[in-house]
């Protein structure tokens, strides 16, 4: 009998990803390793200064499978997801930080609020980034930081047989169990009874 995938939650985190280069947008890789880390996406915050070139920029969020082309760059051939878009623009000539969670505005904490999809889990191996509109080559990115919650999936596999009525219960079998405390304690004596 076959059982489900299951999912198992490791720890939160914080990560910080370096600022990109002036005029380039911000991504961040979720690692890869033999576990299969994925992250779900809690929040999301960071700064963008805005050059004096005129144009309002619409900072959005987004999802690649691969990094953006050239790094930093956003080509809309890319095969990405959006997940987010701030409310409003960034004018020129400004600094505005940004607050994305999975429950939405906290005051106080950023000038612009979006929310991230609730339990949004990201792969190893995809990327997390910007995509701005009317990006301009003298923007900059700063002070990103990302709260992450680990998640191991682990895949459908054979489900272990029970013992009595064969539920999907997993159970112990008591009567085994006590012949084995049974006959550690028959060991016990007998290596106390030992001179």
């Known amino acids: 009998m076959l059982r489900a995938g299951l999912w198992h939650r490791g720890m939160s985190k914080i990560v ?6 002036v005029g380039h947008e911000w991504q961040t890789q979720v690692p890869v390793g ?6 779900r996406l809690k929040a ?16 959005r969020l987004k999802v690649m499978a691969s990094p953006a082309q050239p790094p930093g760059f ?13 409310p409003a ?24 609020f979006m929310t991230l999809p609730h339990d949004f889990r990201v792969p190893p191996g995809h990327y997390i980034g910007s995509q701005t509109g009317a990006f301009d ?15 191991v999936f ?7 047989s029970n013992i009595g009525d064969a ?19 028959q060991l016990l004596e007998a290596q106390q009874a030992t001179p």
Do not use: H
């Not at 080559?137 to 998640?151: F, N, P």
């Open 154 to 160: 682990e895949p459908p596999g054979e489900r272990t």
């Open 34 to 39: 033999p576990e299969g880390i994925w992250w």
């Open 89 to 112: 623009a960034a004018a020129a000539n400004s600094t505005v930080r940004y607050l994305a969670t999975e429950m939405g505005e906290l005051s106080g904490f950023a000038n612009q």
């Open 16 to 21: 910080v990803v370096d600022a990109p280069e």
């Open 44 to 59: 999301i915050c960071y700064n963008i200064t805005t050059s004096a070139v005129a144009g309002n920029r619409t900072s």
């Open 74 to 86: 956003v080509n809309m051939d890319d095969a990405y997801a959006g997940i987010a878009q701030a």
């Open 167 to 185: 539920s999907d219960a997993y159970r112990v079998d008591v009567i085994k169990l006590n012949k084995t405390m049974e006959r550690v304690a």
């Open 137 to 151: 080559v003298g923007d900059q990115y700063s002070a990103i930081r990302l709260y992450v919650e680990e998640w």
